[in-house]
């Protein structure tokens, strides 16, 4: 009897003291970009510099390309802890109707801009309504400034839209912005894409240049009409739960680690602005800019909707504004 006791108390001690890390923890991270694109950068750079440092405690192993599920199967599979970090961005505005800010067209100016953003609503708003969820956001890294690409016609202002079947992300305000344009968007996981565009299911679709250029979608798009409506930032997303499991120097290293990987996500970024372009005119796209003003005039029902619909939406509107004078 007391040999049967003394091992359930060591059994509650156990769990009361969590779990035990004999072996070499691995912790796999999914993403949908392809070889190439800026997630893939970003992702694999993160793994280096963490794995570097983790030693025999742990190892970051990335699956890109969509291999452990589309950007909603890794939200769903980060909660099982069958995946450990994920990358989305249009996505988490379904996660949690705070991030539809960011599917605000023009309502971010720059990546200064940006990191002015994320000083006033990173801990106050985004991270409370990713935990709310069961998320903790590690780090904002970046998808970029998105243009749209298509087989009917240029697109210079909103009007040029009218009737083009238009992949989007699955986020309800990327919709609503492309119905208010006259477009017939079309929510589609990005892996889908390509075979979409290439057997005319979809006219188009829009993505910053790094997806662009790494999905090769100039092989089967004529037109690319640069927009930059919308930025989207990137989400290093992991479970709050299966996160805090982990030994405590393990999570401050991934986080660290992640936390500072935005200086070279934003420097690649913006190298890959300008040798992508080129790349996608020397793929045969032809390119227009469009008009601006023509969009900006146009968005102003988004903007009204999410200021009324979404609680505390004006006031993140106003936040963000606010910012571009600073």
Do not use: C
Not at 109 to 137: C, S, T
Not at 282 to 309: C, H, L, Q, R
Request: proline share 4%; hydrophobic share 45%; glycine share 6%.
């Amino acid at each position: 009897m007391r040999i049967a006791r003394t091992l359930v108390l060591t059994a509650l001690a156990m769990l009361v003291a969590g779990p035990t890390w004999a072996d070499k923890i691995i912790l796999k991270f999914g993403h949908v970009g392809a070889p190439g694109s800026l997630f893939a950068q970003s992702v694999e750079e993160f793994a280096r510099r963490a794995n570097a440092r983790l030693g025999d405690k742990a190892e970051v192993q990335v699956f890109g390309s969509s291999q452990l599920g589309k950007d909603a199967e890794l939200l769903q599979k980060l909660k099982l802890g069958q995946v450990h970090f994920s990358l989305p961005s249009s996505v988490m505005s379904s996660v949690s109707d705070e991030f539809g800010i960011f599917e605000m067209p023009y309502i971010i100016k720059d990546r200064a801009h940006m990191n002015l953003v994320e000083d006033a609503l990173f801990e106050q708003v985004m991270q409370p309504a990713a935990k709310k969820k069961g998320y903790r956001i590690l780090a904002l890294w970046e998808n970029g400034f998105r243009n749209i690409t298509n087989n009917v016609r240029p697109i210079n202002k909103p009007g040029d839209l009218d009737g083009v079947k238009l992949r989007t992300p699955k986020g309800a305000w990327r919709v609503k912005m492309f119905q208010s344009y006259g477009a017939n968007p079309t929510p589609m996981a990005f892996s889908e894409v390509f075979t979409a565009l290439q057997t005319g299911v979809i006219d188009g679709q829009e993505n910053p240049y790094a997806q662009i250029a790494s999905a090769k979608f100039q092989e089967v798009q004529k037109f690319l009409s640069i927009t930059g409506r919308v930025y989207t930032p990137a989400y290093v997303l992991v479970s709050d739960k299966h996160f805090s499991d982990l030994p405590e120097d393990v999570q401050e290293t991934l986080s660290s680690t992640a936390r500072e990987m935005q200086a070279y996500v934003y420097a690649q970024a913006a190298r890959l602005e300008t040798d992508l372009l080129k790349q996608l005119v020397d793929g045969g796209m032809e390119v227009n800019t469009a008009d601006k003003d023509a969009f900006v005039a146009a968005f102003k029902p988004i903007y009204d909707e999410f200021a009324t619909s979404v609680d505390g939406g004006a006031n993140l509107i106003d936040t963000v504004l606010a910012l571009t004078k600073k």
